[in-house]
DNA sequence: TTTT
DNA sequence: TTTT
């Protein structure tokens, strides 16, 4: 019997995004969204709102893209699993954090979204099959949207060179869906 | 901008569910299954496996229903939320847990599942909206599926009485759908 | 072994919504979205756009919220299933039409959305679980979005009286989540 | 603001699925699924079953893998789009079928799928990124499941060599994920 | 029939 | 830390 592990989220980017490079020359995207749930309170019938912040993290061109189009307050469609992650806190105390690895993405233009004078506000962009596979779970030994980034991407990236981060949008335009 | 945190799993019991009472008679339900992912690592070439386990909560009737058709071992597909929750463990330091807050349920027919002698294997719920509101947070003041039950249920119930748990089937068939 | 039948849907109305009436008095309201994929042609390079349009039907009260609403233009998640209906054309020939039966819905805010002057843009609503049940097909016989109003709410509604179409938003505003 | 165009649906196949090649040598696998709700009626308070059949198409490796694994009785999860397709029946007269795209696919051991004797129960594959576009919708000028097969697949397949229909297991074995 |  |  197979299981299914499947996470949708629409919310909001709380800060911009972070794009780092594993050793291998892969890219590693974090950032966190907010999702908000309100309903009118059984007892009070006061109006009562809760907020939930979730740490996303992408892989390889998944994580260049939202790194070059999302930003804070940006909203955005994601689709991605639930993954564990121990990790050990500035305490030393052993915790465990909560990923969304997001598989899929889709830009939804809200008013922030268009400030940067994009020529779009529209997004879809599926991550190959491969991704599926976790990446190196050990890289990421802190919550990932506290840890530093590396100092700087690898001289010889194995298998793909991450695309420079002031690279112009055609380097990749070409096979982006949108 | 509408915000949406949703989950669904397909997953097996790691353990029988534990159903327990709040103190206005609510049912709630605490049981964890597991979903488990394979790939094919891409350097040794050999195959990987890693099980995630998601704590799930369920309120209310849909907590009834579980914590009577579901054991360890059974397989069910779930629809929900993530919800966070943060706890003191027995070394005194604050955590985090994440819940999965389940709101549909539908079992899904494995072979430990017709070992109980039910006559069926198939089963559908959906919680009824009013329960898409979050229950009191702070009833959960650990990690629930290591929480002690309350001692009893409450004498007398707020808005609705619990299904006793020695309940026969027929008090609920009548509104569940299967 | 339980089945399921799900389908998520982000798009625009292409028109404005029709809410009518059945004879018990409940309220139906139908409207197709667009959702539209692109891609760049292997052969050509060229970008294609392909658009499908899905026929919506709501029941109850998520029908008078969307009536409500919604407009043309307006930018929607839905959550539902697929639910085919036979139905003879106006050529006398059998034909079956496809519906998203719609039980969830959540309002996003596009910029057309704003312009009827709303002081929100958001919204979310989850059919009560009684809805889940399919209502009387037969009250459908053509396409519904095809189909003429009732011409009239009935004088007698039975079970729930439906909310007038001019009735104030505070009418509803008490158990909505929004 | 991006659009989505989902379905998720669990259930049996109604027979073996058919595996045909495109003149490009793509596979494209065809099959109906059932999925069923039951519900009591509000005013008789009788059980009410309906059942709805979904017709799935697959393209490249996914029909392969569905052509080897899955047969008539199987139950399977599966994910992928929803999309319509003008054709011209028998009588001469144009509809429109509406078909699931499918790209993900999870194997669910039902009792029928062991009788095969398989050594597994439990499967799961997602297609590549580029199988999101579209396949050449005039290869389908009739419904897909009622579509004779090409009378042989084609010399020089374009791009991949379709899996023998009758090649061992191993042979795609190394890369899908069970 | 929406939208970019 | 977003947003309404």
């Not at 260049?64 to 500035?90: D, N, P, T």
Request: aromatic share 8%; net charge negative.
């Amino acid at each position: 019997m197979s299981s299914l592990n499947k996470v949708i989220l629409i919310g909001r980017l709380g800060r911009d995004p972070e794009v780092r490079y594993m050793p291998n020359g892969e890219a590693v995207c974090n950032f966190s969204i907010a999702t908000s749930e309100t309903w009118n309170d059984r007892n009070s019938g006061q109006r009562q709102e809760r907020t939930e912040w979730h740490n996303i993290t992408m892989y390889r061109r998944l994580a260049e893209i939202a790194g070059q189009y999302l930003k804070k307050g940006s909203s955005v469609y994601l689709e991605g699993r639930i993954q564990s992650r121990k990790y050990q806190g500035k305490d030393g105390i052993e915790r465990t954090a909560y990923d969304i690895i997001a598989s899929e993405m889709k830009m939804l233009g809200g008013r922030n979204d268009n400030s940067g004078g994009a020529p779009y506000d529209d997004g879809g962009y599926q991550q190959q099959s491969y991704q599926q596979a976790p990446a190196q779970q050990n890289y990421q030994s802190a919550p990932s949207y506290q840890q530093e980034a590396p100092s700087a991407p690898p001289a010889a990236p194995a298998r793909r060179a991450p695309a420079a981060q002031a690279a112009p949008v055609e380097d990749i335009d070409d096979d982006i869906p949108f």
